[in-house]
């Protein structure tokens, strides 16, 4: 049991720690692609893309972060009405910057996804954590 809550722990603390980039991303609808990491610049968590990021245009397209693990989040799930938003997506490539909100305990949410709100579609996401 302790082996097996080490590893998430691990991967938590990378990622609020700002020590670990990740590329893995969990396409929904869209190709979602490019390294990713969460990390704290001056008290304040950031979800930061990186230069090769890349998805494909849409209207509307917002990040949030979700509870929900994004393996269990559907293509057309409405995330905007469970999840924290953290702004509209700047542009469907390159590199980027979203500042979480310093009163969210950050442990406590599994994903953060892309989802073009107007059509409620969820373009793909990222897995902060692993159960």
Known sequence: MKIKLFFPLLLITNLLMGQAKYTS?????YK????????KINDQYFFILQNDFKTSQGPDLKIFLVQKEIDKIGKNEAVDTEGIFLDDLTSATGSQRYAIPQNIDITKYHS??????KYSVVWGGVKLNEQ
Request: with cysteine.
């Open 32 to 39: 979602v692609a490019g390294t990713w990491s969460v990390q």
């Open 112 to 117: 953060i996804v892309i989802h073009c709100k």
């Open 25 to 29: 991303w969990t396409n929904k609808t």
